[in-house]
DNA sequence: ATTCTATTGACCAGTGTGGTCGAATAGATT
DNA sequence: AATCTATTCGACCACACTGGTCAATAGAAT
């Protein structure tokens, strides 16, 4: 059974709960008593779906790549050979999955700064997956001709990531608290898009 | 007395070991048994030198911002208006000062995090002008007849802000856990000036 | 009537918390 | 030598919270 089965249904509020406060303090520092509470559940429920922290913890990392593998990383198409179009199209993805799963984004991030030593071999295998290939589709099969003759191709590809990162990581700064729902999305992609004409402008002959 | 009076003082290890500690943790969840220890000092000394754990924290902050203020907001010179320059000379400062002092930096990225509405009002006004003097610095009497001509200039300033982020950070994370002391700065410096001719390349005329 | 599933929260032993305090030590002063 | 004072320690305190258990329950299905 899969994240989205039925949203009322109390194992779905754990797992939605268990998601923030891993995301939140980490593994060892997550406490399965604010887990319930949060919830709105009593103790027991967690223990009866869950043998234990560590099992609880491990179904949500596996369900979380099943949920990235299969929303953003076999949705982006490679056929789009411009460097900034591939770059527009990979940021508006993960803006729109990150809406819908912000806190399968915020709890996969604690998982990768964590000693991920301690997980199994074929999470541990997934996750080195999952890094190569978002790595390769963000670069693989590019056009560079476009770029400026005279700068450092793979500086200033470095550089445009790091801009966007950076936007990104504002644009979630900005809007934290808010509820996303009743968010201007196109708004957003537009002003997003002139960003990215600004360095298109910049980089581009 | 200021921070870096005697270093083998008992003191001094206790504030050392703390500004790692609340960095880390931050102030809630930052324990007073952990920071004695890693202090290799018996607790009776924490409470020795300071009444309680709360005021330590206060202790802390305000002689970072102490020595924030005097190395780096007040080094930093307004009559280069070239923007490329300018930010060249912060960010060697910046790095300087990370080197030197970087569990302070560490730590006070905690404080801006934190709540700042328990501060005390002093320390409250001292970091409001902190933030808004850093700001100034990067930006005013900053000559922009040199951009091209056809971008948004605001929009070219946040994304090469970023871009200079993301490089720093990456600069961090590549180095974490090294010595600093053996660190060559100086090519540090020449790949960081590279990045900087990438980007005077990409957005001057 | 009986079995099965879902649900609760009091309870457990253990660990860690911020903070106290009496005792020990070392060094200087008398 | 004796006294005094500035340090230094860690055992100890009451308390909060930890991950996990389990007897009791209620409702549905058989």
């Not at 949060?38 to 609880?56: H, I, P, R, S, T």
């Not at 399968?104 to 295998?125: A, H, Y």
């Not at 470095?158 to 990581?169: A, E, H, M, P, V």
Request: net charge negative; glycine share 4%; charged share 30%.
């Amino acid at each position: 059974m899969g994240f989205s089965d039925n949203q009322d249904d109390k194992q779905q509020r754990i797992i939605f709960s268990a998601l923030n406060e891993f995301a939140e303090y980490g593994y060892d520092r997550a406490s399965t008593n604010r887990i319930v509470k949060n919830a709105g559940v009593g103790k027991g429920m967690l223990y009866y779906y869950f043998n234990n922290k560590w099992e609880l913890f491990l179904y949500l990392v596996k369900e979380s790549l099943d949920v990235i593998e299969e929303e953003y990383l076999n949705k982006v198409d490679l056929s789009e050979t411009d460097f900034f179009e591939r770059m527009s199209k990979i940021a508006e993805f993960k803006m729109k999955v990150y809406l819908e799963h912000s806190q399968i984004f915020n709890f996969m991030s604690q998982v990768f700064i964590m000693e991920e030593s301690k997980l199994p071999d074929e999470l541990r295998r997934r996750i080195v997956k999952l890094r190569e290939e978002s790595y390769a589709k963000l670069y693989s099969n590019i056009d560079f001709s476009s770029f400026k003759d005279d700068i450092d191709v793979d500086k200033a590809f470095q550089l445009i990531q790091w801009s966007i990162d950076g936007y990104q990581n504002n644009l979630i700064h900005r809007h934290e608290g808010t509820d996303f729902s009743n968010l201007d999305f196109e708004s957003l992609k537009e002003e997003f898009l002139d960003y990215i004409e600004v360095l298109r402008k910049a980089f581009y002959k």
